[in-house]
């Protein structure tokens, strides 16, 4: 009985005009749910093209908006930020504050004669939850990596006026 069911189906799918099946075919791979407003081949066709040029537009967009990650995102305001306060340093002609960055309750240390980079980070007061993993010396444009065990060990940086200084606790 069972050959009987499958081969009465078998006989109404080959029965069914190739426009038909295209149409089911179209139906079933876009997932409609409900039967298509669409009559004929044409407007089904027309209307998966019409589908596909949306999904290409948006993707288009996306690309074309700067889709970006919010890790990209934060080094895109630290830097505008950095670039905000050298200008503002630049323009007051005067550069007698270390800017540090990170987890630290004072970002301005004003500069003195004989300023370390760990008297800095003790006056800004570092709040991290744990020890900093990394710390990075940026002095007119060029990028420095201190290790915080060295500080520890002794072997200290003298800062000069104007230099940035990033506390990494990662």
Known sequence: ?????????????????????????????????????????????????????????????????????????????????????????????AQTNIVVLGDVERHQVPWVEGLTLAQAIATATYSGLHDPKEIILKRQGEDARVNPKDLLHGHDVPLEPGDVVTVNER
């Open 1 to 93: 009985m069972e050959k009987v069911n499958r081969i009465n189906v078998e006989d109404e799918v080959t029965s069914l005009s190739s426009k038909e099946k295209i149409r089911d075919s179209l139906r079933r791979h876009l997932r409609f749910r409900k039967p298509v407003a669409c009559e004929t081949f044409r407007e089904i066709m027309v209307l998966y093209l019409r589908m596909k040029f949306f999904v290409v537009i948006l993707i288009l967009a996306c690309a074309a908006g700067g889709c970006i990650t919010k890790s990209k995102a934060r080094v895109e305001i630290r830097a505008a930020y950095l670039e905000g306060l050298q200008a503002g340093q630049q323009n007051s002609g």
